[in-house]
């Protein structure tokens, strides 16, 4: 049986729904509570047994390589970080244009290699059991392509690429941002992939879009002609932190569970006056 070992997180795009600050800091490195986003996605990882992690960057976002890379300044202060640099081997490669989600991917091939790997979205932060370890379950069972989902309300269907299923999990198609009438499930594509190999074939013949980028989920549909993907209905609270509204409620929930912050937390909100 292949084991998925290698992930994929790209985080070159600018963050442009958190300006003014991403001029500064990339979104990625936001707290959530006291911890930036991407230490949380690597714990996810290197909970579902992933040893090997390529960072998509881009040259303004230098301070990911520095975060990792200067824990031995902080020597029994920040033990967090050096598990993590402990755990997993941190590469990176540079998307130094915005094309899109479908370039950044494709920067990954000479890293990934002829076997399947996985891919987490920076801006989608999945809270409880590791959503990525649940993908890579369902892998070894299909062995096949797995795309991470989970409901949506009906109000947001026309944010998300939305699943059109055929039986037993197996995905027919996905639409891109369907009205409430045109969606055929309720079922949202959400930051979490396991691709195999053939996926960067269907890249390189990918035409550019729109807003001059080139998209993953193109890829997707060229590939699903081939070969069979399926859904992985994730047990995890999904959280949008690319938008201000999800991360303020990440950092909410994630507060409510740090024994430090619940208490005095909870009675702020409980007597909160709205």
Do not use: H, W
Not at 10 to 36: N, Y
Not at 249 to 267: P, R, V
């Amino acid at each position: 049986m292949i084991k998925i070992n290698k992930l994929v997180i790209p985080v070159a795009g600018l963050g442009t729904r958190f300006l003014p600050v991403t001029k500064g800091v990339p979104k990625e490195m936001l707290p959530i509570v006291s911890k930036p986003t991407i230490m949380i996605l690597l714990e996810e990882a290197i909970d579902a047994g992933i040893e090997e992690v390529l960072f998509v960057i881009n040259s303004r976002k230098e301070c990911i390589k520095t975060f990792f890379e200067m824990e031995e300044l902080y020597e029994g202060k920040v033990d967090d970080i050096k598990e993590i640099t402990q755990s997993i081997k941190i590469n990176y490669v540079y998307q130094e244009k915005p094309l899109g989600s479908g370039d950044a991917i494709l920067k990954a091939k000479d890293f990934v290699g002829n076997n399947p790997f996985a891919i987490i979205y920076g801006d989608d932060l999945i809270k409880g059991k590791s959503a990525i370890k649940e993908l890579i379950i369902d892998y070894d069972k299909y062995q096949s392509n797995i795309i991470g989902i989970s409901k949506a309300d009906s109000k947001d269907l026309s944010k998300y690429g939305i699943i059109e299923f055929k039986e037993n999990n197996e995905i027919n198609r996905i639409i891109e941002k369907p009205n409430i009438n045109e969606a055929p499930s309720n079922y949202a594509v959400l930051g979490r992939y396991i691709f195999n190999p053939e996926i960067f074939e269907c890249l390189e013949q990918l035409k550019m879009q729109s807003k001059n980028e080139y998209q993953l989920t193109e890829a997707m549909t060229m590939l699903m002609k081939k070969q069979k993907f399926y859904g992985c209905k994730f047990s995890g609270k999904y959280f949008d932190i690319g938008s201000k509204i999800g991360y303020l409620k990440a950092n909410i929930e994630y507060a409510l569970d740090n024994d430090e912050l619940s208490i005095e937390l909870k009675e702020y909100l409980k007597n909160l006056s709205i």
